[in-house]
Nanobody, 115 residues
Framework: VQLQASGGGLVQAGGSLRLSCAAS????????VAWYRQAPGKQRELVAS???????NHTNSVKGRFDISRNSAKDTVYLQMNRLEPSDTGVYSC??????????WGQGTLVTVSS
């Protein structure tokens, strides 16, 4: 499984961005896809995830502002980010939990929220 993340950029506080994570390879090996972020000087944290059957989960700090979804026809998972805050700044990466247990990372995409 290979993942390609895109959609980051510079946005003002209160603005929106949509990140995309496109999967290729053996899609049937994917159990769940998650978005993580790492802010400067901080540890990586889980932001949101979505299961094979479409069940989403969001960390408390983004609930009501971010929405994870998927388009199965395009093998793509999205992270819609609204009402962005400077604290949302960081490198966002997607990760696929696979049936073989190894998993797969996509490359990061930088999100910068200015105040």
């Amino acid at each position: 499984v290979q993942l390609q993340a895109s959609g980051g950029g510079l946005v003002q506080a209160g603005g929106s961005l949509r990140l995309s994570c496109a999967a290729s390879g053996t899609i049937s090996d994917i159990n769940r896809v998650a978005w993580y972020r790492q802010a400067p000087g901080k540890q990586r944290e889980l932001v949101a995830s979505i299961t094979r059957d479409g069940t989403p989960n969001h960390t408390n700090s983004v609930k009501g502002r971010f929405d994870i979804s998927r388009n199965s026809a395009k093998d793509t998972v999205y992270l819609q980010m609204n009402r962005l805050e400077p604290s949302d700044t960081g490198v966002y990466s997607c990760y696929a939990f696979t049936t073989d247990g190894y998993g797969s990372w996509g490359q990061g995409t930088l999100v910068t929220v200015s105040s």
